[in-house]
């Protein structure tokens, strides 16, 4: 079956960085788009980044505009969330999600996402 697996999270300094890996299994990793969400206490699961099935185009929301680079290793099956100079609003459950390439829907939307990972956390302490 699909599996997404997050690792790399954990408790780091306001300014810090933090590297986030997903590794897939179970399905062709080339044939889908790859997304990272995030879920703050008390808020809503909301879209940080996403990476087109070949790598060639990235999205990100506004808030991590210039301090988060997603990527991905399609011959790994794993996807990727660079964060640098993290601020404590950026404490969250952040999770990895697979879009299949064919589906023609928003990146941006958590609806599109077919699979998920359980997460991992992040906190970032002022």
């Known amino acids: 079956q699909v599996q997404l697996v997050e690792s790399g999270g954990g408790l780091v300094q306001a300014g810090g960085s933090l590297r986030l890996s997903c590794a897939a299994s179970?399905?062709?990793?080339?044939?889908?788009?790859m997304g990272w969400f995030r879920r703050a206490p008390g808020k809503e699961r909301e879209f940080v980044a996403a990476?087109?099935?070949?790598?060639?185009?990235?999205y990100y929301t506004d808030s991590v505009k210039g301090r988060f680079t997603i990527s991905r290793d399609n011959a790994k099956n794993t996807v990727y969330l660079q964060m640098n100079t993290l601020k404590p609003e950026d404490t969250a459950v952040y999770y990895c999600?697979?879009?299949?390439?064919?589906?023609?829907?928003?990146?941006?939307?958590?609806?599109?996402?077919?699979?998920w990972g359980q997460g991992t956390q992040v906190t970032v302490s002022s």
């Open positions: 999600a697979a879009k299949p390439r064919f589906s023609g829907g928003n990146l941006y939307n958590v609806y599109e996402y077919h699979y």
């Open positions: 179970g399905l062709t990793f080339s044939n889908y788009d």
């Open positions: 990476i087109s099935w070949s790598g060639s185009s990235t």
